[in-house]
């Protein structure tokens, strides 16, 4: 097994993998919107998102108990493989290589088919991507995946998704599983508020739901034309007032724009060149939450546990306990 599989946050420039993670965008696209079709709808799109396995990502179960079967949709970056799994025993693969946009769209439905899975894709495109235009059938563009590529990818995220469930357990209030968005290939949480946010009809639906709470992410993406390189990212929606002025940490925290709002950003590769690397991406997770709770309002105190623990007994025995965490 390579070197890099002990490594607690493995290198992975982007233009090292470009091709390959292009065509598993699109990939990751196609299964996503037959989750969103088929997926029983919940708060912020939480249906339609994956999970992280021990091999791959999954679909949360699809179906309904009204209309089976049940199924899952999952990908396989060891075997290199879709694999579509009924709760009949039934289940198809897909080969990830060797593949097309078109001929994995075209092989995918075919396997939702043979597994009498009647999921639709109500629009076969591509989402908020250059070639939104151009129907999955007909990519043939997009065809790059290289293996050990995709399963390094994947590593990153296995590892990136184990430092997001640890910044998790430090927050008992309303909080998503850690998922990945298939729209903009991050891997991300979010925490709520109970403030609802009221905006106009005008706003699209997508964007309407999925910030209907008042919310602080905190995430991580590899990178695109915007942003080069991989990126830990956090943001507080809506922005309150005076966020840019909060120092982030560690050193090469920074504010950037992003629209009419900001978002905080701490590059992988600072993280990785640390002596801490999973300590410092949870330092600057911890930082940008920090800054965005004192501002808008969140008992920010009471909604902390440390290591997970609600438990009133625990809590009083452990040393972290009530201090606020070092430098906040």
Known sequence: MQDWTSEPLPAIPLDSWRPTKETLHRFAQIIGKVALAAGIRRNHWWHMTYRLTARGWTTVPLGTARNGPVFT?????????????TDRGAQAVVPLQGQ???????????????VEVGAMVARPYPYDLPDRERPFAEDTEHADYVPELAQRAFHVHSQVGRVLEEFSSTFSGTISPVQLFW????????????????????????????????DISAGFWF???????????????????????????????????????????????????SADPVGSALEF????????????????????????ITDPVRRRHDPRWPQWPEGH
Do not use: K, N
């Not at 949709?73 to 799994?85: K, T, V």
């Not at 290939?185 to 209907?212: C, K």
């Not at 809506?238 to 950003?265: K, M, N, Q």
């Open 223 to 273: 990178g695109d034309d915007t942003v080069t390189e991989p990126t830990f990212y956090s943001y507080t929606a809506p922005e309150p007032p005076g966020i840019t002025e909060r120092r982030l940490s560690p050193d090469g925290a920074h504010w950037v724009s992003a629209g009419s709002s900001h978002s905080a950003y701490y590059a992988y590769d600072a993280a990785r060149a």
């Open 100 to 114: 097309s946009v078109a001929t994995f769209y075209t092989a995918a439905m075919a396997a939702l088919r043979e």
């Open 183 to 214: 729209h903009t290939f991050d891997l991300a949480v979010q925490r709520f508020s109970l403030r609802h946010i009221d905006m106009p009809d005008s706003v699209d639906p997508v964007t309407r739901e999925a910030y209907s709470r008042e």
């Open 73 to 85: 949709c999952a990908f396989d970056f060891f075997d290199h493989e879709l694999r579509i799994a």
């Open 285 to 308: 997770f911890q930082s940008a939450y920090i800054a965005g709770a004192d501002l808008a309002g969140w008992p920010a105190r009471e909604l902390t546990c440390w290591g997970g």
